[in-house]
């Protein structure tokens, strides 16, 4: 199995900066990808960022320019740097860990954390 231990959230200004931390132990080979996704209040949860294991990323259009995924592999972290934080940002964000050992997919999920940017 996976573990995923999310850490950083909390309340933030409009324009202010937080930084998202997961960390995963377990079963962590195959791995296709690693990511956040977020749910606002009300809404479906969505992608936020993710870097795939190639190295590539990709980015939601609403956070383009203002947010940096990144893996640190030594520690099986993956972060996630939030600047100049809007309002919409305020949601539950959740690490997402994609393995495909073999024909089949499986999706790993962190406990969420909330981040609220305040206006």
């Known amino acids: 199995q996976v573990q995923l231990v999310e850490s950083g959230g909390g309340l933030v200004q409009a324009g202010g900066s937080l930084r998202l931390s997961c960390a995963a132990s377990?079963?962590?080979?195959?791995?296709?990808?690693m990511g956040w996704y977020r749910q606002p209040p009300g809404k479906e949860r969505e992608l936020v960022a993710r870097i795939l294991s190639d190295g590539s990323t990709n980015y939601a259009d609403s956070v383009k320019g203002r947010f940096t995924i990144s893996r640190d592999n030594a520690k099986n972290t993956v972060l996630l740097q939030m600047n100049s934080l809007k309002p919409e940002d305020t949601a539950v964000y959740y690490c997402?860990?994609?393995?495909?050992?073999?024909?089949?997919?499986?999706?790993?999920w962190g406990q969420g954390t909330q981040v609220t940017v305040s206006s």
């Open positions: 377990g079963s962590i080979f195959s791995i296709v990808a």
């Open positions: 997402n860990l994609r393995r495909r050992p073999g024909v089949y997919t499986y999706d790993y």
